[in-house]
């Protein structure tokens, strides 16, 4: 399966709360959904797309937008889709992997424009904690 074009239509960000300065401990719940899937042409289908980032009572960043793809099987995935609502675990890892790739980094950029934590997991950075059986071979870079 290829995806020829991945455009974004719509965004929108919305904060419920005003930042008061204290932090507070929120998650931050991802979801992507296919919202249209029809065929577009021999061997291809349009698909329209939403993905969400909600803060609970916090805010939420919503994406919407439509790719198109290329594939053998495309014509009968559309209509599967149509009929049930189901996408083949071929299309469907595809396809959200795809949305995510394009949409995560978007809300970040939004979620700093109107304050609210990034929708990604930040690394945690441990210092000065040791592993009990750990060979020196194993052993990563130290951060001091």
């Given at each position: 399966?290829?995806?020829?074009n ?10 419920y ?31 329209e ?5 909600s ?24 209509g ?35 304050r ?8 945690t ?19 001091a």
């Amino acid at each position: 399966m290829q995806i020829k074009n991945l455009q974004l239509k719509a965004m929108e960000a919305r904060r419920y709360q005003s930042p008061d300065g204290r932090p507070m401990q929120i998650r931050i719940d991802h979801n992507s959904s296919v919202t249209l899937f029809a065929p577009a042409g021999e061997n291809e289908a349009n698909i329209e797309f939403q993905y969400t980032a909600s803060y609970g009572p916090l805010g939420v960043i919503k994406i919407e937008g439509s790719m198109l793809i290329n594939d053998a099987n495309a014509h009968d995935a559309a209509g599967k889709w149509a009929s049930s609502r189901q996408l083949e675990p071929e299309f469907a890892k595809m396809i959200h992997n795809s949305v995510m790739q394009a949409c995560v980094p978007q809300a970040v950029g939004l979620a700093k424009d109107i304050r609210l934590p990034p929708p990604i997991p930040l690394p945690t950075i441990n210092v000065g904690q040791q592993k009990a059986s750990v060979s020196g071979s194993q052993l990563g870079p130290e951060f001091a």
